[in-house]
């Protein structure tokens, strides 16, 4: 074997006899347990020592991609570094220890919380209202779907349709759909904004909403959104916002004076929770005053000094979630906002937006840019070049891995080619920009030399290539003892 670090499942380095615990336990100990209780048959547990569980996990460890470790360009995701103050904050006692069913009046700091986090996201963002209920970004997608079928109908409405860009998030024709709606995807211009043409021939009477993101999945503002919100609302229709890109325009611009009256924020991404792991995340949804009354119950009012839960609004979509959200993803966009202040925020979103246009700048030499120009925050370059020699973006994406970088998001949006959309974030140095080009460069050049031997890549990992649907469409976990 070669000096690559690799590591067992744990069940492979069981041993009859091993055992984890150092205290010793009376023989008769299982005689205070009742007949009924006692296990019938022994559990499947690896047998291993301490030392082997340190050392298995401790490994496990290593093999970690993480923000903390290495750069994490993933396009779309905002994979910035997270301020270690914030879990800090979310580990105090007073708010890990305390319990969803504890009496209000004994949890008055936590409701100070979600009820200053709310005037903060309004304030960012241009909304009336929040609810912080959602569990992350496509469920608060769902529940501001729901918000807007709520709205319709109130009003007497059946209307049918929701329209998504052809470049939108998967999340967003999926809760459209969930919420009882077909879905009408429109077009994107060659410059890769929404094709105002299009939208004009799709926009009718039956339209409940449109959902965009802005800037877009390319990376781009979409320089008609004025007009865009106006043809919406004449017919009717609201304008959904998808806040996954909202780390570009922290403290420079606001969804909701752009005329968006439903969004979500995914808090995990512009205000900082570690994800990507699979992790809680958070997806507040607002919306504009005329929308407030159908926002998820409970909502917290603030009566005589004390907040309270008001589960008395007739007309709410109802809960979305058990309890009031994900607290300690609440308590980490908290501290990160009042970290920054207002100023910190502007700081934020120039930061993310001169970092990406950075490398576009020097990345465009050796990859196709297919919208050239200034970028927000992130931005999209096609590996067809690469293509063209017989290899593609995939082997882009896994060479990377060996430099020591994530790969960036790739093949999506689908309406380029090749795909590869990065992501820097504002908390990357200038060398590690640097450092980033140099790989993205050397790679195009290994392309160049031998493109059939970067179908192999990554070459240095502790694997190479895996099946990448297996685990999902055929599912295995249970653990076969080979001897
Ligand atoms: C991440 C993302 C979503 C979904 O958000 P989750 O928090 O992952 O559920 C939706 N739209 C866009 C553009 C995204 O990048």
């Known amino acids: 074997m070669s000096t690559k670090l690799t590591e067992s499942v744990i069940f492979e380095k069981s041993v009859e006899g091993h055992v984890g615990t150092t205290f010793s336990v009376k023989p008769g100990a299982a005689n205070h347990i009742p007949e009924e209780f006692r296990r019938r048959s022994p559990l499947n547990l690896p047998q291993v020592s301490e030392l082997d569980v340190v ?28 301020p270690k103050i914030n879990d800090k ?24 919380l979600f009820h200053e986090l709310e005037g903060m996201l309004c304030e960012i963002t241009g909304m009336n209202a929040f609810s912080l209920q959602p569990a992350a970004g496509a469920h608060g997608e769902l529940a501001g779907i729901f918000v807007i079928r709520a709205y319709h109908l109130s009003k007497g409405r059946q209307r049918k349709k929701v329209l998504v860009p052809d470049s939108s998030h998967g999340t967003n024709p999926s809760s459209a759909k969930l919420g009882g709606y077909e879905v009408v995807t429109i077009p994107s211009g060659a410059d890769g904004c929404v094709d105002v043409a299009a939208l004009e021939k799709a926009l009718d009477e039956d339209v409940a909403a449109i959902m965009l993101t802005n800037p877009n999945t390319v990376g781009l503002f979409e320089k008609d959104i004025i007009q865009i919100g106006k ?28 005329g968006f009256d439903v969004m979500h924020v995914n808090l995990h991404k512009s205000f900082s929770t570690p994800h990507g792991g699979g992790g809680p995340g958070s997806g507040p949804v607002g919306v504009k005053k ?21 589960y008395n609004r007739p007309k709410s979509i109802g809960r979305v979630r058990c309890f009031y959200g ?53 931005f999209v370059l096609s590996g067809d070049q690469q293509k063209a020699l017989g290899s593609s973006a995939r082997d882009v994406a896994k060479r990377l891995l060996d430099y020591g970088f994530h790969s960036p998001t790739i093949y999506w949006p689908q309406i380029v080619k090749e ?8 908390t ?20 160049k ?19 990448e649907v297996k685990a999902a469409r055929d599912l295995d976990i249970r653990f076969v003892k080979k001897d």
């Not at 401790?58 to 994490?72: A, G, K, P, V, W």
């Not at 993205?440 to 050049?445: C, F, L, Q």
Request: aromatic content about 10%.
């Open 326 to 378: 994900n607290f300690g993803v609440l308590v980490r966009a908290y501290t990160y906002i009042r970290a920054h202040g207002a100023e910190g925020l502007i700081r934020i979103a120039t930061g993310a937006i001169v970092n990406a246009n950075y490398l576009k700048a020097q990345l465009k030499e050796n990859y196709t840019d297919p919208y050239p120009g200034p970028c927000m925050h992130e």
């Open 290 to 310: 005329e929308l407030e009354e159908f926002l998820p119950v409970p909502r917290i009012v603030q009566k005589e000094g004390r907040f309270f839960w008001d």
């Open 89 to 112: 904050a979310a580990a105090l006692p007073g708010f890990a220890s305390i319990h969803p069913y504890q009496p209000e009046e004994t949890v008055q700091g936590a409701m100070a």
């Open 428 to 447: 990357e140095s200038r060398q590690t920009l640097d450092s980033f080009i140099m790989a993205m460069n050397k790679i195009s050049v290994e392309i």
């Open 231 to 258: 043809m919406v609302h004449a017919k009717g229709g609201l304008l959904y916002y998808d806040g996954a890109n909202l780390n570009a325009l922290l403290g420079l611009a606001r969804p909701g004076d752009m």
């Open 449 to 467: 030399e031998n493109p059939e031997q970067m179908k192999n890549a990554p070459f240095d990992m502790p694997i190479q290539r895996v099946d």
């Open 55 to 82: 050392r298995h996990y401790t490994r496990l460890s290593q093999l970690n991609f993480s923000i903390d470790t290495n750069f994490y360009p993933l396009g779309s995701c905002t994979m910035k570094y997270n």
């Open 419 to 426: 795909c590869i959309m990065i992501e820097p974030t504002e």
